[in-house]
Every structure is written in C-alpha cells, then in structure tokens.
C-alpha cells in the first residue's frame, strides 16, 4: 500500500512539473502599471516588423499606461519578451507558416507573434490585439482600446493563422482606412494592382488612337468601332506592352497588371481574330493569347484577365501562361442559394472547372451587393461561408467580393467584417461571428438586429424568389419584402433604435433603418395611390402627394449623408439628386386615369423577368421612373398590342402614354404607336399615329410621352394600343445576342 501511494504521489509531482513547464494558465503582461516586458524585434528587421512594434507598442501603452522599450533579439538576454516577426525564438512557429500568415504563442514566460514576410506580423498584432487584449476595430472609424492597469493573457496560447487565399479584398468604405485594411488582414486592389480591372481603354485609349488609328479597335458589324480592342494588331500589343512597362517603372510595387476587356460586348470579328476564335471555340481565344504575348514581354510581371462575359470560358487550345491570372467572374448567380448549389450558378461552377483545367492562377470576381440599389436590404450573407469553401475546394487563390465601393449599403460593417474572417478561415463559425460583431457594434440592440436579419433571410429562402445583383425592392415585394414583412422589419428596427437612443450605438442603428427606408420609398413609386404608395388616395381629377411624403423623402436624404451614402447605385444618383428626382415628382401633376384597374388584354406576352403588375401595369394609376424593372410593362423582341376595356362608355379627349429609351439596357422607343376606339369590342377605328425616325447613337436614359389628343371630345369604351417594336437593333448597339425591347407605363385616358 505505502508503495502505491509512493508511485502516485511520483506521477502527481510530474505531472505538475509538467503542467508548468509547457502549460501556465497565465501570463501577466503589466501588473499595476509596471512591466518588465520587452518588444523584441529580428537582428536585421524588416520594415514591417518595425511597424509592427509601433503599433503594439502603442495599444500596450493606451491599455496600461505603459510603454514597453523596443530592442533587437541580439542584444535581448531577458526572459520576459514578446518577439515580433521572423527571428530566430520564432523559428519553431514560422516554419508552419504560409504566405502571408501569422502566428502566436506563449514560450515560457514570452508571448511570440511571428509572421515570415509582407503584412503578416502586423496581421498578427492586431489580431492578437483583438483576441487577447479585448481592442476592436469594426468600422472605418477610430478603434476600441480599453483600460487596464494590468494586463494577463492565457498561459498556453499557441495558434497558427495561414489564410485560404493570397488576395483578399472585401471591397466596402472600411476598406479606404489602411489600418482596417490590416487589422482585418484584406487588401485592396490599389495596393495591389498597377492597372485594375477593365482596361483596354486604359492602354490604348479612344480618345487618343481612334480617329487616326481605327484599325486598333473592334470590327463589329462591318465597321471599327471604339467597343473593345482589335487583339491581331501588332502595333495594338505593341502600345499595351509599352504602357505597362512604362506605368510599371512609375510603380515598382505594383503585384497584378490587369490586360481586360471593357466592360461590354463588341468583340472583334475581324478575319484575323476570328480565325484565332473559330480555333479556340470563341473570343476568349484571341483574348488568351494576347495576354500570353504580354506576359511572355514582361515576365517578371504577373498579367491578369478577365473571364467575363464574352470571355467567361476558357479556351479549347491554349493555356494561360505562367505569369498569367484569370479573374472567374460570377456575376450571372442569383445570391439566395449557395454558387455550389444554386442552379443559377451553374455556367460559373462549369467555367471555374473549366480555367481550373488549364491553370492553377484563378481569381474569383465574386458581388455581394445590389448594384441597382445599393441601400436596398440584401440578405445574402449565409451563403458567403459555403462560396469561399467551394472556391477552395477548387484551388482558387484569391477573392475580390465586390461590394459598394466607396458609398455605405446594405449591413456594410457586418458584411466587411465577416468577409474578412472568412477569406481567412471560410471553416469559421458564421453564426458566431455574426453575433459577436452585433455584440460589439449595436450593443443593447444587438439582439434585435440578429432578429431582423434571421427574418429577412428566413423570409427570402421560404419564398422561393431569387436575389438579384441586379434586382430592386419592388421586384422583391413577391420575395422577402412584402408589406406585412416590412412592417415586422420595421417594428423590430423602431424597437433597436429606442433601445440605444442617446448613446454611441445609436447611429449605427439608424444606418440599419436607411436601408429599410430606402425600400419604402422606391415601393412607393410603384403602389401610386394604392396603401403605401406616396400619392394621396383622395381622388378628384388630380392626385395630391401623400401626407408628409415630402419630409420623410428630406429625412431620409438627411440620414443618408450622414451616414456615409454618397451613391444609391452604381454610377447612380447621390442623396441630393434623388431628393431633386422626388422634388421632380412631387411637382408633377398626378391625373386621375379614367382606365384606372379597368380590364387590359394582350396579344403577345411581356418579357416575364419583369413583371411590374401584370396588364395591371398600364392602367394602375401610377406612370413609370428611370428604372424599367417595375412600373413599365416590357416586351422583348415582340409588338405591345394592348386592348382596354373601360367596362362602359367613357368621354375623354385625351390618350397618353410614356415609352422609355435606354439603350444601355438594350430598350428603344417603338417604331410607330397606333391608338385604335371601339364601341363593342370588334370594329375599331384608328384615332391616331405616331411614328419615330431611327435612333442616333447615345446612352442617356429618356421617358418620351406619346399623346393623342382629340380636337373634340369622344365617346367610346374600349381602346387599343399598338407599339411596333423595331424589327431588329440600331448598328451602333448591335452587338450582343439581345432584341429590341419596348417599355410603356400608363395608358392615361383623360378628359
């Protein structure tokens, strides 16, 4: 028995022994104001690690009061350090890093946080600094740095940080402060890339070669055109190499130099370009190997393209070359479903496997916002976490999620920060980092906000609608933002604002609500002077705008700047030009359509991914706005022949009506409208004819009225409108696969 206890009690020693050896529960940094910590950097340290023991230097400082001493490892004999970077007491740990990775751990009495090269170790301070010293950082703002005379961390740290993909870039405004930019561990494409994105014109531009040189530009239906570059002309490569090696001496640093297609059709159809696309199953392949001669001029460069498009596949014959990234876009997916499942996602999932056969150098160009409404809310953050995975899964080595830019949208704090942990770690816990942003970002509303977001995203997925980069919040009244559901969401936010009001969380929460507002409004456009809508339902010969409207649009653009809105839309208005677009609509006489809800029959079908109303559309009271998607009913390839049954005889004297032309989205005005009156349905008589000349080239967005006004009054009760499509597109827009599509709006019968 004596022996027994005497062998237990050996064990027990050892495995104390042990335990404190390799497993302290605690290390104290500062106690009481005082340390005996030093900051110790590499013999020869990099630039980066400098800069990486200002910046922990001066958070131990603003958390203590104390400001640790910075020395080299040479000169260091101590045993209370926190080593920075790649020197020699980090060795164990940066031999498991990757890229620009980072790690930290407790050795004895010293805390390590070693990172080989780049950002990496400021990577690592600042995530240490959130993790074990309680800082954050969650917006584009100043940082949370707490107080604490004494400062102790875990004793038994040890975490290896290598991120899924070597570029990451959240693209949001918190992306314009380079210390998120690092404390997130993302870039951002002006750091990275000499020449970005759509760059034709960028290295051989219109306004410079076309009218001396069109042999430089697109072939497209017989004539140059300034569309896309002509990718056989010699003197063409020659001008994109010069450029890039000229802006390459200006930027030394610069990693990625974009050779891209605009973004647009109107690739070259000349015999030259086309033989080469005819090889290589289309226009990637004279695309392809373009840049395979660029980057064979400038092999010390890495080149990069766009599959977009009309080069969205990769081609039969030729491979990318070694200094060669491709940019997968997949901008056709709808966003309510995972790329790896969605069906939308389909001809992405095809042309990633297919560039995956010919390269290991793939980018994805992936969009996580609504670009027609960038304010409009936009549940699309569950499915971010299974993309990144999916995009490892097929050797992807970076990410540029496309957001708002510059201008707030949607959750952008949420939607950043989450995005960003991702990139690194698509395996992380969503749900968990959602909550904990909410924690610290809306502090007592941080529940509620969670609530309003499950909802929404509950509300999507159960209505079996897709969400569209490319969508508006009217189309989604069919989807997740129904009136009864807007008024649960706006419910839930009135509750989160009440909760917060008067203290620093408070802002945020307003930010929340734009995006609701936001929604409110354009819907109103589209109920007119139904419930909703922003026109009186009092109705004599003239609608009345809605009670208060005018203020609540005043409030709402308020809102908007100071809250960081400087676009509602790509390209799109700002808060103070969507106030004068309202102020417009304010001002403009509502008449009371004497067709209102009255009966409309149609010969051919609308275009059925925009349904506005139904035939409802042209007779709901309410005319159509700049955008086609609702309130204007559409038909592609094909005549409106639209008849209107009033139910009895009517006097008017006049027949009105909008047509849109917006050739950037491929819509032209009729070729000629005809108005028809019948009394009984079947023998009609024509009361007038409009007939257009052809188009001339520009890319304004126009709402041209049609009106047939009769010198007396008239007496009828049923009315046919025909619109005459143009039979096929002008010249200067032909050069997609696309028809002619008509828009009309309301088809006002007044007196």
Partial sequence: MRRWKLWLLCVLCLLTCNRCAF???????????KSDYVIVLPVKPLKNEQTSATILQQFLQKITGVKLPVVQEDSYTGNHAIFLGNGKVASSLTDQLKD???????????????????????????????????????????????????????GDIREIHNPAFVYRQSYYPMSNDPEYLKWHGI?????????????????VPPKVYFTSHPEYYSLVNGQRQAL????????????????????????????????????DGGYCTCSRCRKVDAEEGGPQGSLVRFVNK???????????????????????????????????????????????ES???????????????????IFVWDYSIQFTNYLAPFPSLMTVAPNYQFFRE??????????????YSDMAELNSSIQSKLLWNPDEDVTRLISDFCRDYYGPAAETIQEYLTKREDALLNSNHPLDIYG????????????????????????????????????????????????????????????????????SVFYKIASGWPQKVQNFVNECKKGGVTELSEGGLSPDAYQEEWNKIFARRWPVNLALNAQVSLANPFAEDYPAKGNRTLVDGVSGFNDFSYNWLCFYGTDMIASIDMGKSTEFQTISMNFLDDPRHWIFLPASVLVDVSDDGMNYHNIGIRTNKSEEEHTSCLIVPFLFKSALPLRTRYIRVTAKALKELPSWRDYSNKKPMICCDEVYVTK
């Fill in 394 to 407: 097929n050797s992807v080595k970076g990410v540029f999620e496309q957001g708002s830019g510059d201008t």
């Fill in 472 to 539: 508006d919040p009217v189309n989604e009244i069919r989807s997740f933002l129904s009136p009864e559901q807007m008024n649960s969401y706006s419910t839930l936010l009135i509750r989160a604002a009440k909760t917060v009001k008067g203290t620093i969380f408070e802002s945020r929460v307003r930010r929340v609500q734009l995006s609701l507002e936001y929604a409110q409004l354009q819907q109103s456009r589209y109920y007119g002077p139904e419930k909703g809508g922003f026109l009186s339902s009092d109705k």
């Fill in 294 to 340: 660029v980057a064979a001029a400038l092999p010390e460069l890495k080149i990069t393209t766009l599959a977009y498009g009309y080069s969205a596949h990769a081609p039969l014959k030729t491979k990318p070359a070694p200094n060669v990234f491709v940019l997968v876009s997949s901008i056709d997916a709808f966003r309510e479903k995972s790329l790896k």
């Fill in 228 to 263: 896309q570059l002509c990718l056989s002309n010699d003197t063409v490569l020659h001008l994109v190499i010069e450029q890039i090696k000229k802006q390459a001496r200006e930027n030394p640093d610069a990693l990625y130099w974009s050779v891209s297609p605009n973004d």
């Fill in 187 to 203: 870039q951002r494409f002006e750091d990275l890339w000499g020449i970005w994105g759509h760059s034709f014109f960028k290295l």
């Fill in 343 to 361: 069906p939308s996602a389909a001809s992405f999932r095809k042309n990633l496997s297919e560039w995956a056969a010919v390269t290991s150098n």
């Fill in 100 to 154: 620009d990775g980072y790690a930290f751990a407790i050795q004895g009495e010293s805390l390590i946080i070693a990172g080989l090269h780049g950002h990496s170790t400021e990577y690592g301070v600042y995530t240490f600094a959130e993790k074990y010293l309680g800082c954050r950082k969650p917006d584009g703002g100043a940082a949370f740095i707490p107080q604490n005379r004494t400062l102790t961390i875990p």
């Fill in 23 to 33: 497993s302290k529960e605690s290390v104290t940094l500062v106690r009481d104001g």
